[in-house]
């Protein structure tokens, strides 16, 4: 497809797709890599079909890490702006989001990425950002700063030209919006997938721009492309103005710690989910029994964190807290044995598990979704399984004993 | 000095109560919302218990508010049973529906402002996340907007009154690789989300006493909580209608569908769950399996 011969757009005076990088303590941590790998795919496709001056630009604020730029251009960045100083070491939402916006607005940065753009440039076109905590805030701040849209949590990514009639955005006239990025969201289920759109406002009464369109993307979800250390990219230095009153905040001590919840060093997980819904207490305590048979860890689907049950067993209520979901929205595990007793399969979930070695399903619709992600597949009530289960394997148990 | 005294608010959302007996699910997974009751959300009856916690150990005022539909004045009353507030703000105009995560934040900080006879808050204390909507963006978005540092996953807290210093620890997991404790220190106003593990302790006698009247006293107010209500339109409010509701926010949801199913990632072998010989083989492959490894 021929370029569209848009220039006049207002939208050109946002050019480019700014990747905000993340590291903890000078390492940049794997969600990077992820995003630099779509933001690269997604502006191949864009290079061809509109421009090919518009760049992936990777955005690192930190102290003493400017050789880690020629790792993000080999991950996939045209660029990088690299912001040095020692008060960003560590992330501070306040400095952090400062000195980003200060280099989204920054027109002598882009200038050095691509010299065509460099009068009309305003902000960048998309932004991107980890949807951990630390980059769900940032995202958050940054875009409250800069006054434009933000789409959380995102797994799927296309940017394409749309027609639509909006009341608000078009006064309800069919208008064409080119080079919009359509940002995928699934939702707390897990089953609906909300496409969000950030769009400038065409409505007579109330124009206004919108830019950059910016989203929050899932650790985990996206590949990195293939690192190639002959990739070449420009390093911009963006000279960092810190406000003293702000520097104020200060760290008093930072210290790493295990999740006392540490599924690294179990061989088995067994996870349940809405399916122990009929009787809930004794369910979970089947599922503690299996857990003790197998010295396994316990984990839950996202539902189940949000405490739909009246649990007299303080024990087991134990095991209804957000620390302990796997998936998108917690915690991602690759154990041996992975059993999924009463979990339909969400997409979420599945992307906390699907490493995992070996998949056992109980579950009384073979239809659902988590048949497709499992080795074995047990079709039936979890209350009826899990007891013959139990047993089945404390004879197992007994008989190497015996044996040995 | 009653000029010292903290000026707490709290913004609090009304949300699907996700508990048994409560909530309905459509027979393909998603939220039946027309048959699932509403209450306060569970993060914001964190927050809410956060600012009690403030309230306790160094006296403070405190206001809650929330933007909603009329009805979301029972969250408010829920918040209030928990924090003893001694004013509710409630934002409601049909032309703030449909508001995306800016434009809310946008009559939240105004309502703020408008808290405490129109003097500043010292602390705003908001929840991690809807359990909804789950973005985690409005609290951020309502700091940025009012001015104030913000601070997530909050999990303690302490105030030094006199020299307006706040001290407080935040639980930040890194992706799913492990947990870093921060401990910072900021002057006042901060704006704060309270991470769901927070628990208010309260180690001495004298504060127990405290929490214990402040309890009373919260029961006492909720009874009578339409006494503390104001409710605000968008005119009373004062904000500006082109950014709130649908023509203040930047994005749209263009279109919601069911997430299609993913490849076949794995060959599942069916077994029936009567069947207990198929059951005992399973067994047995478990017992190889985790045993082989111990080797």
Known sequence: ?404 | MESSRLKISVIIKLEPDFSEGNVSYNSDGTLNRAETKSILGPHSAVASMAALHAKVMHGADVSVGTMGPPIAEQALQQSQLLCDADELHLYSDRIFAGADTLATAEVLRTGIDKMHDGEKSDIVFSGHRASDGETGQTGPQTAWKLGYPFFGNVIDFSVDVENRLARVTRLVPIQGLYDVIEEIEAPLPIFITIHPSYKPTFTTVSQRLSFFKCQKEARDRAALYKNYLKTFTAQTLGVDPKLVGLPGSPTIVYRVEKIPRAKTSRMAEIIEGSNQDQIRAVAKKITDMIKVKEI
């Open chain 1, 1 to 404: 497809m021929a370029p569209t011969p848009d220039s006049k757009m207002s939208n050109e005076k946002y050019r480019h797709l700014y990747v905000v990088i993340e590291h903890e303590e000078g390492n940049l941590l794997p969600v990077n890599f992820e995003m630099l790998g779509e933001a690269r795919r997604l502006m191949d496709g864009f290079n061809v079909r509109y421009s090919a001056e518009e760049k992936v630009v990777a955005v690192l604020l930190g102290s003493e890490m400017r050789s880690q730029c020629d790792k993000l251009i080999s991950y996939g960045a045209d660029a990088v702006i690299y912001a040095e100083n020692p008060e960003l070491k560590y992330h501070r939402n306040l400095v952090y989001t400062k000195v980003i916006s200060q280099i989204a607005n920054d027109k002598d940065c882009s200038n050095k990425i691509s010299a065509r753009y460099s009068e009309e440039f305003k902000r960048p076109r998309f932004m991107f950002f980890s949807a951990d905590d630390t980059g769900r805030h940032l995202s958050a701040t940054v875009l409250a700063e800069l006054e434009s849209g933000l789409a959380s949590d995102i797994n799927k990514l296309v940017i394409d030209d749309i027609e639509l009639k909006h009341e608000h955005k078009t006064k309800g006239q069919l208008e064409k919006y080119f080079k919009t990025l359509e940002m995928y969201r699934p939702d707390f289920s897990g089953f609906l997938w909300t496409t969000i759109l950030c769009l400038d406002n065409r409505h007579p009464n109330n124009r206004r721009e919108y830019h950059p369109q910016a989203c929050s993307i899932i650790p985990g979800v996206f590949q990195p492309i293939e690192s190639d250390n002959n990739r070449k990219g420009v390093i911009v230095d963006f000279k960092v103005t810190l406000n003293t009153d702000d520097l104020s905040i200060k760290i008093l001590n930072r210290k790493v710690v295990k999740s006392p919840i540490d599924y690294d060093s179990h061989k088995a997980i067994v996870s349940f989910g809405r399916g122990i819904n009929e009787s809930p207490e004794e369910n979970i305590a089947l599922i503690d029994s299996l857990k003790r048979e197998l010295g396994a860890e316990v984990g839950i689907s996202l539902p189940i964190s949000k405490k739909p049950y009246n649990i007299s067993n303080s024990k087991l209520s134990a095991y209804i807290t957000p620390e302990r979901v796997i998936g998108t929205s917690g915690r991602k595990v690759a154990p041996t044995l992975y059993i999924a007793v009463g979990i339909s399969g969400a997409m979420q979930h599945i992307a906390g598990m699907k490493e995992s070695e070996f998949v056992i399903a109980i579950n009384p619709d073979t239809d659902s979704p988590i048949r497709d992600e499992c080795d074995i597949f047990i079709k039936g009530r979890l209350e009826d399984v899990l007891p013959v289960l139990i047993e089945e394997l404390r004879q197992q148990k007994a008989m190497v004993e015996v044996r040995n």
